[in-house]
């Protein structure tokens, strides 16, 4: 849908919202389950300083080691090396007859 003159085009959701991205969406599902609202930490948290450093902790963990099923049960950081090594190998080039 084309927005009039002077309108603009409508929006899944508001601006800095990830909720029209699914994997976004996802791992903020995670990262409240397993962080903020989780068994990682009881209580409320004090501070923002507090939280965002636990932030930063369980997105190196999310990223190195927490296994992710849909990447074959290994953690981010591992795939894409392994992708990328992969692909850094030569290729061997099909012959056309």
Request: avoid cysteine; aromatic fraction near 10%; charge should be negative.
């Given at each position: 849908?084309?927005?009039?003159?002077?309108?603009?085009p409508p929006?899944?959701?508001?601006?800095?919202?990830?909720?029209?991205?699914?994997?976004?969406?996802?791992?903020?599902?995670?990262?409240?389950?397993?962080?903020?609202?989780?068994?990682?930490?009881?209580?409320?948290?004090?501070?923002?300083?507090?939280?965002e450093?636990?932030?930063?902790?369980?997105?190196?963990?999310?990223?190195?080691?927490?296994?992710?099923?849909?990447?074959?049960?290994?953690?981010?950081?591992?795939?894409?090396?392994?992708?990328?090594?992969?692909?850094?190998?030569?290729?061997?080039?099909?012959?056309?007859?």
């Amino acid at each position: 849908m084309n927005p009039l003159p002077g309108q603009s085009p409508p929006q899944a959701s508001l601006a800095g919202q990830s909720y029209d991205n699914a994997l976004a969406e996802t791992v903020n599902g995670y990262y409240k389950a397993e962080l903020v609202r989780g068994p990682a930490h009881s209580g409320p948290w004090k501070t923002i300083e507090q939280l965002e450093l636990a932030t930063l902790t369980w997105v190196h963990w999310h990223n190195t080691q927490r296994l992710h099923g849909y990447l074959g049960d290994v953690p981010p950081a591992e795939f894409e090396a392994t992708f990328y090594a992969g692909a850094n190998r030569p290729q061997e080039l099909a012959e056309i007859t």
